[in-house]
């Protein structure tokens, strides 16, 4: 037994290793995609050394490495501990990308699979959380290199949170929620009216308002349909366009 338990204390070969060293092994990691490897390596280079110059990039390489090896939280975490300990760092622009990749593509995997879903509980607030984080990239680093890819990915957004919403819409209004559904459509209408999804949103809300006994309000917004979208509906135009009515 004791023989057997000794084994657990087995001992670290990279005490006294200098931060160079430590950082050069994570590196090695890295390129190999050792991810939990690497993580131990840049924790104890910057436990070790936390005043030096290599404490800062092992945060992020931390950051990074969490977020390669699927620990989407522990990676927005480091993210964030970065954030409060170095304000006014170079490489902000690379942590607010970080963050906006991160929540991307989680939110991407939830609007794949959003048909299937109990939707009362679920809301959109990783696509909320890239788009502000991208958001922030594009106001505060407008000449950074990421810039480009943010604003791609910032109008995919705007397109996927009305979509997600509007998924939210169609689940209250076939269980008969209709107040709650014409509140959701209203908002991706107000939100988002450049996105895909308003066309949906509008008939969404006509319809809420035909089950609510709101006669006037659906056929207003039925000539708003049919004036913005023409294939939806035939109804004489109204006399306000879209986007006054709902700017």
Same mark, same amino acid.
């Given at each position: 037994?004791?023989?057997?338990?000794?084994?657990?204390?087995?001992?670290?070969?990279?005490?006294?290793w200098?931060?160079?060293?430590?950082?050069?092994?994570?590196?090695?990691?890295?390129?190999?995609?050792?991810?939990?490897? =690497?993580?131990?390596?840049?924790?104890? &280079?910057?436990? %070790?050394? +936390?005043? /030096?110059r290599?404490? @800062?990039? $092992?945060?992020?390489q931390?950051?990074?490495?969490?977020?390669?090896?699927?620990?989407?939280?522990?990676?927005?975490?480091?993210?964030?501990?970065?954030l409060?300990?170095?304000?006014?760092?170079?490489?902000?622009?690379y942590?607010?990308?970080?963050?906006?990749?991160?929540?991307?593509?989680?939110?991407?995997?939830?609007?794949?699979?959003?048909?299937?879903?109990?939707?009362?509980?679920?809301d959109?607030?990783?696509?909320?959380? =890239?788009?502000?984080?991208?958001?922030? &990239?594009?106001? %505060?680093? +407008?000449? /950074?290199?990421f810039? @480009?890819? $943010?604003?791609?990915?910032?109008?995919?957004?705007?397109?996927?949170?009305?979509?997600?919403?509007?998924?939210?819409?169609?689940?209250?209004?076939?269980?008969?929620?209709?107040?709650?559904?014409?509140?959701?459509?209203?908002?991706?209408?107000?939100?988002?009216?450049?996105?895909?999804?308003?066309?949906?949103?509008?008939?969404?809300?006509?319809?809420?308002?035909?089950?609510?006994?709101?006669?006037?309000?659906?056929?207003?917004?039925?000539?708003?349909?049919?004036?913005?979208?023409?294939?939806?509906?035939?109804? /004489?135009?109204?006399?306000?366009s879209?986007?006054?009515?709902?700017?």
């Open positions: 037994m004791l023989s057997a338990c000794g084994t657990f204390d087995q001992p670290d070969h990279t005490v006294g200098p931060p160079e060293k430590l950082y050069a092994e994570a590196r090695e990691d890295l390129s190999g995609s050792n991810w939990p490897a =690497a993580i131990k390596l840049l924790e104890k &280079l910057e436990s %070790r050394h +936390p005043f /030096s290599w404490a @800062e990039q $092992a945060q992020l931390i950051a990074y490495a969490h977020y390669r090896n699927n620990e989407r939280v522990l990676a927005l975490a480091a993210l964030d501990r970065f409060k300990l170095h304000p006014n760092h170079v490489a902000l622009d942590v607010y990308y970080m963050k906006g990749v991160i929540n991307f593509n989680e939110q991407e995997g939830l609007l794949a699979t959003l048909g299937g879903q109990d939707l009362t509980e679920r959109l607030q990783g696509a909320r959380d =890239a788009f502000d984080a991208f958001r922030t &990239l594009i106001a %505060r680093f +407008p000449d /950074s290199r810039v @480009e890819d $943010a604003e791609a990915r910032l109008i995919y957004l705007l397109d996927a949170i009305a979509s997600g919403e509007v998924a939210v819409a169609r689940y209250y209004f076939k269980r008969g929620a209709y107040v709650a559904a014409a509140n959701r459509a209203q908002g991706v209408i107000r939100q988002f009216p450049q996105a895909k999804s308003v066309e949906s949103a509008l008939s969404i809300l006509a319809d809420s308002y035909d089950q609510l006994g709101l006669p006037e309000l659906r056929d207003d917004t039925r000539r708003v349909l049919a004036q913005n979208f023409p294939a939806a509906a035939t109804v /004489s135009k109204p006399e306000k879209w986007w006054q009515m709902w700017r």
